[in-house]
């Protein structure tokens, strides 16, 4: 059984920054690319980025690209989400979610990922 299980959410002010952690369990998290989401109320969810089961190759959305970068530890099965120069579109429950294979074809798509957490509360205040 896979579980993933998000922290570091809160509350920050306009261009500042947070942390999020995403930490698995449950099978060979090398395996595995991962990925965050994020979601407002009454939106659908939204691709914010993607990394490789090894690492080494991430993939960004325009909106975040360059504030936002993404990182695991495979030894620590582990998994962040580092959020800069944050605005106060990017409030939102932010989701982590593991991929089904190594590499992801198509990783901004939902389809491409089996598990998921539930998601923590990210809010930027102007």
């Known amino acids: 059984q896979v579980e993933l299980h998000e922290v570091g959410g809160g509350v920050v002010q306009a261009g500042g920054s947070l942390r999020l952690t995403c930490l698995a369990s449950?099978?060979?998290?090398?395996?595995?690319?991962m990925g965050w989401f994020r979601q407002t109320p009454g939106q659908e969810r939204e691709f914010v980025g993607s990394?490789?089961?090894?690492?080494?190759?991430?993939h960004y959305p325009d909106p975040v690209k360059g504030r936002f970068t993404i990182s695991r530890d495979n030894v620590r099965m582990r998994m962040f989400l580092q959020l800069d120069s944050l605005k106060p579109e990017d409030t939102a429950v932010y989701y982590c979610?593991?991929?089904?294979?190594?590499?992801?074809?198509?990783?901004?798509?939902?389809?491409?990922?089996?598990?998921w957490g539930r998601g923590t509360q990210v809010t930027v205040s102007s």
């Open positions: 990394i490789s089961g090894s690492g080494d190759s991430t």
């Open positions: 979610a593991t991929g089904h294979s190594f590499y992801l074809e198509e990783p901004e798509a939902e389809t491409e990922y089996d598990y």
């Open positions: 449950g099978r060979t998290f090398s395996k595995y690319a």
